[in-house]
Nanobody, 121 residues
Framework: QVQLVESGGGLVLPGGSLRLSCAAS????????MGWYRQRPGNPREWVAV??????DYADSVKDRFTISRDNAKNTVDLQMNSLEPEDTAIYYC????????????????WGQGTQVTVSS
């Protein structure tokens, strides 16, 4: 019904930057919020950032380093990651809370397949 496709992961040196992108497609009536989670090796998945309406919220661990942006017309969300640290190494997942065009309309929670970010020298 709804597909989320991430792109932009990769290998970067400590202190470097990466930009992740996520595009949602399918039977979308509206997206209530879109955001990013990550799963670091040996840890549970954790919330990173979310945009709800025009408001952005961040986990303390990434505040002032990461910036989330959203294009409501294109159903996309980006995550600009600066000053990356080895502790940011993780699989990053896009997440969207979506109302569907068909019944039941939801909203329902959807996940992307994940993109690997590795910060290492």
């Amino acid at each position: 019904q709804v597909q989320l496709v991430e792109s932009g992961g990769g290998l970067v040196l400590p202190g470097g930057s990466l930009r992740l992108s996520c595009a949602a497609s399918g039977s979308i009536l509206s997206i209530i919020d879109m955001g990013w989670y990550r799963q670091r090796p040996g840890n549970p998945r954790e919330w990173v950032a979310v945009m709800t309406g025009g408001r952005a919220d961040y986990a303390d661990s990434v505040k002032d380093r990461f910036t989330i942006s959203r294009d409501n017309a294109k159903n996309t969300v980006d995550l600009q990651m600066n000053s990356l640290e080895p502790e940011d190494t993780a699989i990053y997942y896009c997440n969207a809370y979506v109302k569907l065009t068909q019944r039941p309309r939801g909203p329902f929670n959807y996940w992307g397949q994940g993109t690997q970010v590795t910060v290492s020298s």
